[in-house]
Every structure is written in structure tokens, then in C-alpha cells.
T-cell receptor, first 115, second 113 residues
Framework: DAGVIQSPRHEVTEMGQEVTLRCKPI?????LFWYRQTMMRGLELLIY????????DSGMPEDRFSAKMPNASFSTLKIQPSEPRDSAVYFC?????????????FGPGTRLTVT | DQQVKQNSPSLSVQEGRISILNCDYT??????FLWYKKYPAEGPTFLIS?????DKNEDGRFTVFLNKSAKHLSLHIVPSQPGDSAVYFC????????????FGSGTQLTVLP
């Protein structure tokens, strides 16, 4: 099993540009989570999907952020337009939600730098 | 409002000794707790978990203890090894509602050879 795959691993872009982060969850998992890690706020949940449907996007900072999950094997997180304060490491995680099982498995992250 | 707190940002331990990492929570709805380990430039890796119906869970060198009345959990690593050096995150969720994990701020463990 390849685990959760994220691309790109590093992204450097200029303020105002559109950024798209990609995630492939573990095959068979039915929940997908996007997190952001910063020094100031630590690991915070942005949005999560269950069976490809967004369940809670209350962590999405503002309208510049959007996420989609068109099928069970792919998700994107888009920032448009990007700003320097969006610089962070973005993690995708997936989980097989079963009774009593709540472990989430994380990808390696995408380090985003907005100049 | 930090619902999950790890008050020690760092901890240093000699190889072979016990490492004890602590975590406190405030939300009484939390009933499932997890520990993750994170190396630089990698994603967090699941380590061990515990349900609120238990007060202890053990997996090899790792044991998690839960004190519900104190809203406190701890991770014990015995014996500690240099490869255990990493940031350890405590996480919690309320299984009856949404399945979001709430993370603590992490503790950097350094195991000295």
C-alpha cells in the first residue's frame, strides 16, 4: 500500500496566483481530511469529506479556499488568490470510518510558500 | 480555546530510560484519544490510541494511560531509543458527533544516546 499521496511536495508561488494541492487517499478509505500546520496555530482541520461529500468545512479560512472530491481516489484543495499568510504545510489524511475505528493516516504534506 | 493541551514543548531523555509525554483536554465529550509521531518533512504517523472505556492500552514499548476524572492522558515509551526522537502529538475526538480530530501543539522528544 502506497499510503496517502500528496503532490506537489513543495510549492513556491507569488501572491495572487492560484495554487492547487492534490491528494490521493488510501484505497478503500471512505473519509478524507485536509489539515494545515503553522507555527502559530499548529495542526488545524480545514475540511473533511465522507464518501466524497463535504461534511464540515468550518475550518476553511475564507472564500479563497475551496476543496473538491470528485471521486473516492482524488481530492484537491485550491487557494485563489494566494496570499503570504497562506504559507504553511498542508496535510491530507484518510480514514476508514468503522465503529470504534478513528485512526487517520496522513500524507507527507505539501509545503506551500507564497511570496 | 485550546481543547487539547500539551504543556511541554520539549523533553530530553537518555537512551534506555522512560519517556513520559503528557496531554490534557477540556472537552468532556471527547471519548477517543490518539497519539501521533512526526518526523521532520513527513506527515504524522499514527502510534497508539485509547477509548474512554479503558484506562490503559499497550503496544510494545508504547503505553497510553487515560485518567478521565483528571482529563489527562500520558504516553510512556520504555525503553526510549534514539529513533524515537520526533514530535509527538496528542489528538482527541468525540465519537458520537463529527469525526474530527483535535490536536495538541506537540512535544519534541529528544532521546540522547
Amino acid at each position: 500500500d502506497a499510503g496517502v499521496i500528496q503532490s506537489p511536495r513543495h510549492e513556491v508561488t507569488e501572491m495572487g496566483q492560484e495554487v492547487t494541492l492534490r491528494c490521493k487517499p488510501i484505497s478503500g478509505h471512505n473519509s478524507l481530511f485536509w489539515y494545515r500546520q503553522t507555527m502559530m496555530r499548529g495542526l488545524e482541520l480545514l475540511i473533511y469529506f465522507n464518501n466524497n461529500v463535504p461534511i464540515d468545512d468550518s475550518g476553511m479560512p475564507e472564500d479563497r479556499f475551496s476543496a473538491k472530491m470528485p471521486n473516492a481516489s482524488f481530492s484537491t484543495l485550491k487557494i485563489q488568490p494566494s496570499e503570504p499568510r497562506d504559507s504553511a504545510v498542508y496535510f491530507c489524511a484518510s480514514s476508514l470510518v468503522l465503529a470504534g475505528n478513528y485512526e487517520q493516516y496522513f500524507g507527507p504534506g505539501t509545503r506551500l510558500t507564497v511570496t | 480555546d485550546q481543547q487539547v493541551k500539551q504543556n511541554s514543548p520539549s523533553l530530553s531523555v537518555q537512551e534506555g530510560r522512560i519517556s513520559i509525554l503528557n496531554c490534557d483536554y477540556t472537552n468532556s465529550m471527547f471519548d477517543y484519544f490518539l497519539w501521533y509521531k512526526k518526523y521532520p518533512a513527513e506527515g504524522p504517523t499514527f502510534l497508539i490510541s485509547i477509548s474512554s472505556i479503558k484506562d490503559k492500552n499497550e503496544d510494545g514499548r508504547f503505553t497510553v494511560f487515560l485518567n478521565k476524572s483528571a482529563k489527562h492522558l500520558s504516553l510512556h515509551i520504555v525503553p526510549s531509543q534514539p529513533g524515537d526522537s520526533a514530535v509527538y502529538f496528542c489528538a482527541a475526538l468525540a465519537s458520537g458527533s463529527a469525526r474530527q480530530l483535535t490536536f495538541g501543539s506537540g512535544t519534541q522528544l529528544t532521546v540522547l544516546p
